[in-house]
């Protein structure tokens, strides 16, 4: 079994700042959203659940004003966690007001 070299976690807050819902990467596990996301822009081939939309998922019916996605590498420092064009299509349906994401020790604003 190969070690991950990162993680990536995401988090959905409401617009008064309270935690909604945590999610990570699955490596094993599957959705009908994430695939429904993969096949409308062009990549069948990656199933896997993604922290962002297991987060969006995970919130239900709720408003997200701000979803922060982090990735860390094996050694805990903040790498590259730019959201996927899988992961920018599902915006697109679940309308979260800010996302964030770490780029190189720093949060960007998408």
């Given at each position: 079994?190969?070690?991950?070299?990162?993680?990536?976690?995401?988090?959905?807050?409401?617009?008064?700042?309270?935690?909604?819902?945590?999610?990570?990467?699955?490596?094993?596990?599957?959705?009908?959203?994430?695939?429904?996301?993969?096949?409308?822009?062009g990549?069948?081939?990656?199933?896997?659940?993604?922290?962002?939309?297991?987060?969006?998922?995970?919130?239900?019916?709720?408003?997200?004003?701000?979803?922060?996605?982090?990735?860390?590498?094996?050694?805990?420092?903040?790498?590259?966690?730019?959201?996927?064009?899988?992961?920018?299509?599902?915006?697109?349906?679940?309308?979260?007001?800010?996302?964030?994401?770490?780029d190189?020790?720093?949060?960007?604003?998408?």
């Open positions: 079994m190969t070690k991950k070299r990162y993680i990536v976690v995401a988090h959905a807050f409401d617009k008064r700042g309270r935690l909604l819902a945590v999610a990570t990467n699955s490596y094993t596990k599957t959705h009908p959203v994430q695939k429904y996301y993969a096949d409308r822009v990549h069948p081939h990656q199933p896997f659940a993604h922290a962002e939309i297991l987060c969006m998922l995970r919130c239900k019916d709720k408003q997200i004003h701000k979803l922060m996605i982090f990735r860390y590498d094996n050694e805990g420092r903040l790498v590259c966690a730019k959201p996927c064009p899988i992961c920018q299509e599902a915006f697109t349906a679940y309308h979260p007001t800010e996302v964030w994401y770490s190189q020790g720093t949060m960007v604003k998408l």
